[in-house]
């Protein structure tokens, strides 16, 4: 007995099933989104906020398009929500720096940008490094330490508040008739008919045409069940949060920005510890110690918040989309930059999903690019 149906189901509520199921409803598809309960692991409310396209796409030029792409429709997608629910996100587009606080991180900055734009072919790889001077000329009322040598500066780049995102794409999917089903932990989908039906560990079944399994570390195990391989683990990141200032950050600089509420948000670690999302006191320090490095007058702003969160993270970093073979219209996506995508999910995926109409490329982001290497499907 079905509890509901839709013409699409999005299995997970987060910032990619949230941006998708916005998209769907907003193109017309009758659309349900199923998500689990507020203890879930969910990345989307543990994140930094960067829209940031620099760097983006080492060995996947698609994703560096994709990235750029986004960035570039980022105002009108916010303008949008805001039109339809009337919550700010908070997005902004000053552009993005990347601080390099030694020899070794300069070189390191100098050879991404080489290869990025040896890559990309036309030379249309828009990031450049810019000296200590540059950099105080661009965030004039912060004094740096000493160490700060340079950094690497994209146009393209910006922030957004994500909390206020993710209540954006939820309320605007919703108010264009969307549904809403949280507590609904999908453990099963099956055939039913032309049609399929998800099994929730609640005991409900609901029923659709298609489906969208975009519930971040739940999709490995789902998708194994509709002939899909996911090879994409958990890392960690750590954020600080430190008490509310006077705007004085007017650009995002990677791992230290200023959001839209005056608090600094300081990051971000990448630990291979499995489901592990606490915070610790030694990654946490090493965090606060480099940011007082940086920027040496901040050493005795107050830490208000810290806490760890677990990236789903592709092996090479990039986006997967891929839709089953054998079971046709369940579609599967995931990422490690939701915020930043959010705009390019918003916008294409619903065609995608409702008409099998991609964007030029879009093959390059299946999971079998990873043929032949330990992270392909296991065989049969
Ligand atoms: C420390 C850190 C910093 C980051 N910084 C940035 C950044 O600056 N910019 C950026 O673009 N990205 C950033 N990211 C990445 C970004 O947060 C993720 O790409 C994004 O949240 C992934 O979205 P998602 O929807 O795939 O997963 P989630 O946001 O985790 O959402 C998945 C949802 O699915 C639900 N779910 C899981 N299993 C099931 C199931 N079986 N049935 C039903 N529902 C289920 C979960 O409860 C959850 O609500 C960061 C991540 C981390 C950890």
Request: with cysteine.
């Amino acid at each position: 007995m079905f509890m509901d149906t839709a013409d699409v189901i999005v299995i997970g509520g987060g910032m990619v099933g949230g941006a998708i199921a916005y998209g769907l409803t907003r193109a017309g598809a009758n659309t349900l989104m199923l998500d689990e309960g507020d203890d879930a692991l969910r990345t989307a409310r543990g994140n930094f906020g960067l829209v940031w396209v620099q760097t983006k796409g080492r060995g996947l030029q698609r994703y560096q398009d994709w990235s750029r792409e986004s960035s570039e429709i980022w105002t009108e997608f916010s303008d949008d929500l805001q039109e339809s629910t009337g919550v700010n996100t908070g997005y902004e587009k000053p552009g993005g720096l990347t601080l390099c606080t030694s020899d070794e991180e300069v070189r390191a900055s100098e050879e991404i940008i080489a290869a990025m734009k040896a890559q990309a072919g036309n030379g249309q790889y828009d990031s450049w490094m810019i000296d200590r001077q540059e950099i105080e000329a661009l965030v004039p009322d912060v004094r740096f330490g000493p160490d700060v040598l340079a950094a690497s500066f994209c146009p393209h780049d910006g922030h957004a508040n994500p909390l206020k995102l993710l209540r954006a794409m939820h309320a605007g999917f919703q108010k264009a008739g969307g549904r809403y089903q949280p507590n609904a932990s999908v453990v099963d989908i099956v055939r039913d008919g032309e049609d399929y039906a998800v099994v929730t560990a609640e005991g409900a079944r609901y029923g659709a045409a298609k489906i969208v399994i975009a519930c971040g570390h739940g999709i490995p195990e789902l998708a194994a069940k509709v002939g899909l391989h996911c090879p994409t683990r958990p890392q960690r990141g750590q954020i600080l949060v430190t008490e509310r200032l006077q705007p004085m950050l007017p650009l995002p600089m990677g791992s230290i920005r200023q959001t839209d509420e005056g608090s600094i948000m300081l990051g971000v670690s990448h630990e291979e510890v499995g489901f592990d999302d606490r915070n610790t006191g030694d990654v946490s320090g090493a965090i606060a110690a480099r940011a007082a490095r940086i920027l040496p007058d901040f050493a005795n702003v107050n830490i208000v918040r810290s806490w760890g969160a677990l990236r789903i993270m592709p092996p090479d970093g990039c986006p997967i989309y891929d839709e089953s073979e054998t079971w046709p219209g369940i579609f599967m996506t995931t990422n490690h930059s939701g915020v930043t995508l959010a705009s390019v999910h918003a916008k294409h995926i619903p065609n995608w999903v409702l008409r099998g109409e991609t964007p030029v490329g879009f093959q390059d982001f299946s999971v079998k690019r990873f043929k032949g290497t330990p992270h392909a499907a296991p065989p049969g």
